[in-house]
């Protein structure tokens, strides 16, 4: 079975492709064929996608999208952890810290 990418370019098992879509990459796991076309799973999302909207992509540019996709993860990593830290300050802004509450025995 001969498995095409968006441009004609056969896409074997181990073949590195981008999907058009979103511009995720991955290397092809397996691939398909049913009544609605041709398939292919890529290992980074464990999704299948249809061949006509992939595109080999050589091993460089794939090192260098995976480089990008790791820095945008961690990207966001640390953006959720700031907005964890400002609910958390604003959350601590509510708390009566006045001497009433403490009585220091004597």
């Not at 290992?43 to 999208?65: A, G, M």
Request: charged residues 40%; contains cysteine.
């Amino acid at each position: 079975m001969e498995v095409a990418d968006a441009h004609g370019k056969n896409i074997l098992k181990g073949s590195n492709v981008r999907y058009t879509g979103t511009g995720s990459a991955g290397e092809v796991l397996d691939i398909k064929e049913d009544s609605e076309g041709t398939w292919a799973k890529m290992d980074t999302t464990n999704l299948w996608y249809r061949s006509q909207f992939l595109e080999l992509i050589d091993q460089r540019e794939y090192l260098r999208i995976k480089r990008k996709q790791k820095q945008l993860k961690e990207l966001k990593e640390k953006e959720e952890k700031i907005e964890k830290a400002v609910k958390l300050k604003k959350k601590l802004e509510d708390v009566d810290m006045s001497s009433e509450l403490c009585d220091g025995g004597g």
